[in-house]
């Protein structure tokens, strides 16, 4: 199934171009794991201020860090789908 998958892109990448298509799952697919981390980890978040809000800032500094590493990865996988969709 997948030989035959292969097979008919390559007969029709040369009649469409599939730039596009390889960009916009570069940056669909890159998306998907820091949206689920992001959700994670505000989930766990406001678990933990529930039970210690005198916590809040610690909690609150170590989450923004953790959502600007996950959005960091995202920021990565937008710079792939520009790079397949105008450089190569």
Same mark, same amino acid.
């Given at each position: 199934?997948?030989?035959?998958?292969?097979?008919?892109?390559?007969?029709?990448?040369?009649?469409?171009?599939?730039?596009?298509?390889?960009?916009?799952?570069? $940056?669909?697919?890159? #998306?998907?794991?820091? !949206? @689920?981390? %992001?959700?994670? =980890?505000?989930?766990?978040?406001?678990? &933990?201020?529930?039970?210690?809000?005198?916590?809040?800032?610690?909690?609150?500094?170590?989450? $923004?860090?953790?959502? #600007?590493?996950?959005? !960091? @990865?995202? %920021?990565?996988? =937008?710079?792939?789908?520009?790079?397949? &969709?105008?450089?190569?």
């Amino acid at each position: 199934m997948l030989a035959n998958l292969v097979t008919v892109l390559a007969e029709i990448s040369g009649e469409i171009d599939l730039k596009p298509i390889g960009a916009g799952l570069a $940056i669909g697919l890159g #998306a998907i794991g820091p !949206a @689920i981390g %992001i959700g994670m =980890l505000v989930s766990k978040a406001m678990e &933990a201020l529930g039970r210690n809000p005198e916590a809040e800032a610690s909690i609150r500094a170590n989450m $923004i860090v953790g959502i #600007a590493f996950a959005e !960091a @990865i995202a %920021i990565y996988a =937008l710079i792939v789908g520009i790079i397949i &969709a105008f450089v190569l």
